[in-house]
């Protein structure tokens, strides 16, 4: 079946202009996550939304930064007035709870293929 | 502060050596999970270990999750360059809301011909 898809795959921008990349997760995960990687650095987590709770913002690094997730299940984020050290590749994730044990204990993730965003 | 501390952070070995990569945390996690990743791609799972004392081998590879879950660890035997990449671990402390997964910083592993 399909699998996490992420548009656009390369996005290079001018510094100050504002950015959106999208997210299609897999049909019926509950959840979604966007991290950002920079050049061979581990995951940096940004944002996460759980089904219908408020999402787990804790990791956007300024206000420049946000996210939305429209009906369950395309996400976008959206990067404002765009500055240099905003380049990196931003990968989104999706889950579902597996059969077996507690709600969410094992959120194994499907990553897409990411976004390399370069700010010139 | 990371909740997963990963060691080493960095490994090159020729071919053919044995390896172990470390996942530790002062925190209990229901499960644990091993990723690996591929330069130009995102992480896929490996494996996901949950009872504590869990050992699964995946081929050459061996997972183990600590007694008391708070750690885990990757051991590859007779490395090989299709081996390289890299190898994060990942799990939601146990008791935390939502769920929301943690990853460590990773092992970037490189082997040489």
């Known amino acids: 079946g399909a699998g996490v898809s992420q548009s656009p795959s390369n996005k290079v921008t001018e510094k100050g202009k504002d950015v959106e990349l999208r997210c299609d997760p897999i049909s019926g995960h509950t959840a979604l996550y966007w991290y950002r990687q920079s050049l061979g650095q581990g995951l940096e987590f940004l944002i996460y939304?759980?089904?219908?709770?408020?999402?787990?913002k804790s990791g956007l690094p300024s206000d420049r930064f946000s996210a939305e997730r429209t009906g369950g299940s395309v996400s976008t984020l959206t990067i404002q007035r765009t500055q240099q050290e905003d380049s990196a590749v931003y990968l989104c994730a999706s889950s579902f709870p597996v059969a077996g044990g507690p709600s969410f204990s094992y959120n194994e993730q499907f990553f897409g293929p990411g976004t390399r965003l370069t700010v010139l | 502060t990371q909740l997963l501390e990963q060691s080493p952070q960095f490994l090159s070995i020729q071919e053919g050596e044995n390896l172990t990569v470390y996942c530790n945390s002062s925190s209990v996690f229901s499960s644990l999970q091993w990723y690996r990743q591929e330069p130009g791609e995102g992480p896929v799972l490996l494996v996901t270990v949950v009872t504590g004392g869990e050992v699964k081998k995946l081929k050459r590879l061996t997972f183990q999750f600590g007694d008391a879950r708070k750690d885990s660890s990757l051991h590859i035997t007779a490395a090989q360059t299709g081996d390289t990449g890299l190898y994060l671990c990942?799990?939601?402390?146990?008791?935390?809301?939502?769920?929301?997964?943690?990853f460590g910083r990773g092992t970037q592993l490189t082997v040489w011909p």
């Open positions: 990942a799990g939601a402390p146990r008791g935390s809301t939502l769920g929301r997964l943690y």
């Open positions: 939304f759980q089904g219908n709770s408020a999402p787990d």
